[in-house]
């Protein structure tokens, strides 16, 4: 089988043991319900409630059910099949949902990619995945995707037809496909539903197959945590292709409970907050980098933000200091969330109190989640020591798609998953994320976590952003390197050393170089990435 093999999405996939599957049907967490079924039942229930928020494209629950059904068709009549592959790279539009469902409800399966991926993502995603299309917009800002598209349709010949929403160019007009046909094909739940794409901080991303049983229960019992209802408006300002604003509870815990969702293709605090106030919005999902900058806007925008009941931070660490200014500078509850796409999601309660809310990164989602804190040996560790995190469930991976070598590594033979992620976990079950496994400076011998750095950083009164890397060093191995955006005056190194010294820090884990950055750089999502900051020196 080459990884090219477009017979099957099966092959590749690793599927939950058969005992542990019966388990979580019959203890009700698999309910059999396709994601489609999620917008079916709206709509038949109520049809008229508004689904789309976004201006010209505002769109009820019955007009998305029914666009959903006819872009189904249309693509099934383009000869994609059930079970096939496409690789959808879109911006937060509204048309976005109108895709993935008519994707979902055709059985065709979207490997959603973000809309920052250029090409050396988009053809190891196509290839790895064998998909026979690629469903883009045509441009975003300066970006032409469909450049983009005839490059990969070069180098991966399986993509055969490139389907563009807005101007096609040399392309496919998804819009003038025709939409009509009879019946759709029946979804089994337990089947690949869609393929998120993997943050990971090493090499070239990996594909994560989530099923419409595991993925359903993902979305509903998120949204039960949030508290989401009708009244909701759930604003997607993260990319929607990612886990977080996609199911956690994101546009599909909104649509299985009925509310609304409007889309932001720019999450500017201008931007946002023109939006927050035009369409009420209640809750949305923002990385730790972007809540702070929100935060500091409410300085100079002066939207009314008041209808935001839930601002919920994740992604990435958010520093106490960070978490605690959300409340006053945005009057709105803070939610921290520790998700990853291959499943786990930790929530703060919306009862839990503020000092939980603000120094840990919640509690499983679910009672079905398995946790286990282990040290290097993979024996359990003490109560409340840190350790690495490894995890199963009734919606956590048990396998990546097509990597067997990586899978023997990257799981354990009992179907854990091993995070990277290293936690302490209190009597509550509440998590404190305190750094990544890979994510330490070894200084001489003695290990730096990035992340107990970075949090002192943060607590120096003109730093907005840090971060820590490890630069290669001669006589040390590596050497503590600062990466600073200030607000006011540069301090120097000595004033930075002395500061820390101050908090108690050990002599070891003093900067011993200090950079000055207008920004710093972003992954995809919005989180600090650190690759490119090693990789600047
Ligand atoms: C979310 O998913 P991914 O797949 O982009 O990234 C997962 C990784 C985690 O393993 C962890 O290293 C880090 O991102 N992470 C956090 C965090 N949330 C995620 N680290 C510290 N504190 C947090 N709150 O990032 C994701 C998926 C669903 C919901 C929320 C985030």
């Given at each position: 089988m080459t990884t090219t093999d477009n017979t099957t999405h099966r092959d590749g996939y690793v599927p939950f043991p058969p005992t542990e599957a019966d388990a979580y049907r019959s203890a009700g967490?698999?309910?059999?319900?396709?994601?489609?079924d999620l917008l079916r039942d709206t709509a038949r229930q109520h049809?008229?409630?508004?689904a789309l928020l976004d201006g010209a494209v505002a769109r009820s629950y019955a007009e998305l059910d029914s666009d959903a059904d006819r872009m189904a068709h249309g693509l099934l009549a383009l000869?994609?099949?059930?079970g096939d592959r496409v690789v959808v790279q879109l911006p937060n539009v509204p048309e976005f949902a109108t895709v993935l469902f008519g994707l979902l409800r055709a059985g065709i399966i979207p490997v959603l990619t973000l809309p920052a991926h250029r090409r050396a993502e988009i053809e190891h995603l196509a290839q790895l995945s064998g998909a026979v299309a690629y469903l883009i917009a045509d441009r975003l800002g300066d970006f032409d995707y469909r450049d983009l598209a005839a490059t990969v349709r070069q180098s991966v010949p399986a993509v055969r037809h490139v389907l563009v929403l807005g101007a096609p160019g040399t392309h496919t007009?998804?819009?003038?496909i025709p939409r009509d046909g009879d019946s759709l094909p029946k979804i089994d739940?337990?089947?690949?539903?869609l393929m998120l794409v993997s943050g990971g901080t090493t090499g070239l991303p990996k594909l994560i197959a989530r099923t419409h049983d595991d993925y359903v229960y993902n979305a509903t019992a998120s949204a039960e945590v949030c508290g989401l209802t009708e009244e909701d408006v759930y604003l997607?300002?993260?990319?929607?292709?990612?886990n977080f604003p996609l199911a956690c509870p994101g546009i599909l815990g909104t649509v299985g409970v009925g509310g609304a969702m409007a889309f932001l293709t720019d999450p500017s605090p201008e931007n946002a907050f023109a939006m927050i106030q035009r369409h009420r919005v209640t809750v949305t999902a923002v990385v730790p980098p972007l809540a702070q900058l929100w935060c500091a806007a409410t300085e100079w925008e002066d939207a009314d933000?008041?209808?935001?009941r839930l601002l919920q931070v994740g992604g990435a660490r958010l520093a106490e200091v960070n978490a605690r200014d959300v409340e006053p500078a945005l009057g709105v509850k803070l939610q921290q969330v520790f998700g990853m796409a291959e499943g786990l999601l930790n929530y703060t309660r919306l009862d839990d109190p503020a000092d939980i809310v603000c120094t840990t990164q919640g509690r499983p989602l679910s009672p079905a989640d398995e946790v286990r804190v282990v040290d290097a040996e993979g024996n359990d560790v003490a109560p409340g020591a840190e350790g690495e995190l490894l995890t199963k469930g009734p919606?956590?991976?048990r396998g990546y798609y097509r990597a067997p070598e990586h899978n023997s590594r990257a799981f354990?033979?009992?179907?854990?998953?091993?995070?990277?992620d290293l936690v302490r976990r209190l009597p509550t079950g509440h998590l404190i994320?305190?750094?990544?496994?890979?994510?330490v400076i070894n200084r001489g011998g003695e290990n730096i976590s990035c992340d107990e750095l970075e949090e002192h950083l943060l607590?120096?009164?003109?730093?907005?952003h840090a971060a820590a890397v490890g630069l290669p060093d001669a006589s040390l191995g590596e050497k503590v390197c600062a990466v600073l955006v200030v607000d006011n005056a540069m301090p120097t190194l000595a004033e930075i050393k002395a500061f820390l010294s101050g908090r108690g820090?050990?002599?070891?884990?003093?900067?011993?170089v200090l950079r000055q950055a207008e920004a710093l750089p972003l992954t995809a999502v919005g989180k600090i990435d650190k690759k490119v900051l090693r990789a600047e020196g």
């Open positions: 967490y698999w309910t059999g319900r396709a994601i489609g049809p008229l409630r508004t000869g994609i099949a059930p007009d998804l819009n003038s739940p337990s089947d690949v539903a997607a300002a993260l990319p929607a292709a990612h933000l008041g209808s935001l919606y956590t991976i354990t033979p009992d179907g854990y998953y091993r995070s990277g994320v305190s750094g990544r496994i890979k994510d607590a120096y009164p003109a730093v907005r820090l050990a002599t070891y884990k003093l900067p011993d």
